[in-house]
């Protein structure tokens, strides 16, 4: 049966009438296109409904971000629920006893959703469009791997961007001078303390990149490569690379993003290069069901796994750390160990 918006509000009305839970929830606004998503709302944040001609249902969190389609009645239903009930988490987990709003606000979404359907509840602890994959815990410190840098790398601190390849018999070291490293700083085998044994005071972090590999990944932590320089999507395959994750923070302007590229092309549900700045704990970041639900299901478990992290951004980390492996070695970089060099052209004496 083509969905309209009368028999939406009609399903809505019987499914609320089987709960308590829905008695002061109303079926989000609805409209014919996403350009009076402003007028019905105003400010980014809530659940739109735009139907189309076809029946397919589009929902959006903003004028211009389209969140999930559909044909699903079910889906629909649910997702209305999934808004409704988080409002009233909030409200709960904002006054309620234990480890506080934080740590209640997903697991509170999770059992109100479990009462109304628990079918809706399984859903949303996978994180996913549907609650048939159950993924086992971790195990691990979430704080580990990835997750540990999360609090400083938001100042920038130790580098503006975090970026990992990988692909078959990929090479650090040949990355990294792609990307404009000094060659005789690899040939000598170079540490970043050795850098910063250097006399060369305010540029040795500045002008310099931190490499080495964990994993099935290499990385590359710098602030800016020297001008000119391009290490593009042919010249990274050239190297073996099939995978890229560029992590970028600008502290000034608040702005973290995400680039995830395969096999030369961006994985992005054509959203573009994508802000972490739109991950807010409990809501599924990214379009439900594409190309990156894969790291909707891996936010969703870091944040019932560990209630206690109250750092989105650390949750995020982990969650990436979970779904692809990223990490990045704490130990060697705390203590300078970490392989390193100058830009080519740097430092006193050069260019």
């Known amino acids: 049966m083509r969905m309209t918006e009368e028999s939406l509000r009609r399903a809505w009305h019987q499914l609320a009438a089987g709960t308590y839970l829905l008695d002061d929830a109303t079926f989000p606004p609805t409209g014919t296109s996403r350009e009076q998503y ?8 809530e659940l739109f409904l735009v139907l189309d001609e076809d029946g397919t249902v589009r929902g ?29 988490a909030e409200h709960i987990a904002a006054h309620s006893p234990g480890q506080g709003p934080v740590a209640n606000l997903v697991t509170g979404q999770a059992e109100m959703l479990d009462r109304i359907d628990p079918a809706w509840g399984r859903r949303f602890r996978s994180g996913g469009v549907d609650g048939d994959r159950s993924a086992q815990p971790c195990g691990r410190d979430p704080l580990e791997g990835l997750a540990w840098i999360a609090g400083t790398w938001q100042d920038q601190d130790p580098y503006t961007e975090l970026n990992f390849f990988r692909g078959e018999g990929i090479d650090a070291e040949r990355i990294a001078l792609l990307h404009g490293a000094d060659p005789g700083h690899l040939a000598a085998g170079t540490r970043l303390r050795d850098l910063r044994g250097m006399d060369n005071p305010g540029q040795d972090d500045w ?13 590359l932590m710098y602030h800016e490569t020297p001008p000119g320089i391009r290490a593009d999507s042919a010249a990274l395959a050239r190297l073996g690379v099939t995978e890229t994750v560029r992590l970028s923070a600008c502290a000034a302007k608040a702005i973290y993003t995400l680039d995830y590229t395969r096999d030369g092309r961006r994985v992005d549900d054509d ?29 969703r478990r870091a944040e019932l796994e560990h ?31 970490v392989r390193a060099a100058q830009w080519a052209g740097s430092g006193p004496g050069r260019g």
């Open 60 to 88: 959006y969190d903003s004028p211009h971000r389209e969140i999930f389609a559909t044909r699903d009645l079910d889906q629909v239903l649910y997702y209305a629920a999934e808004a409704a009930v988080r409002s009233l």
């Open 271 to 299: 959203w573009g290069i994508l802000e972490l700045i739109w991950y807010d704990r409990g809501r599924a970041p990214y379009y439900r069901g594409g190309e990156l639900d894969f790291l909707n299901r891996a936010i």
């Open 207 to 219: 002008e310099s990149v931190c490499f080495g590999r964990t994993g099935d990944w290499a990385f």
């Open 307 to 337: 209630p206690d992290v109250t750092s989105e951004f650390a949750l995020y980390f982990h969650a990436l750390d979970d779904a692809l492996g990223l990490r990045l070695p704490q130990r060697d970089i705390l203590e300078g160990t």
């Open 38 to 45: 402003t007028r019905r709302l105003g400010d980014p944040g």
